[in-house]
């Protein structure tokens, strides 16, 4: 069993350029999806969710000078 529980690595240009939610229905799921614009070196980044007085953490992983979708269903 091999447990690693080391600090994460972020990536400290990280920009949040888009949020979006899908379209639900009553009592069923919606997908929110940040999108998160990273100008700097790989590494992660921490985004909090807040919907209905609750509060989502999840992390994006980002290349390098890239973009990438985090969503949360």
């Known amino acids: 069993e091999l447990i690693i529980d080391g600090p994460q690595r972020l990536a400290p240009a990280a920009t949040l350029t888009g949020l979006t939610a ?4 009553p009592g069923g799921p919606v997908t929110l999806t940040a999108t998160v614009d990273n100008d ?13 007085d609750t509060t989502y953490d999840v992390v994006g992983v980002l290349p390098a000078h890239g ?5 949360l269903t």
Do not use: I
């Open 22 to 25: 899908s379209t639900g229905a």
């Open 40 to 52: 700097g070196p790989a590494g992660d980044a921490p985004l909090s969710f807040l919907a209905f």
């Open 67 to 71: 973009s990438r979708a985090v969503a």
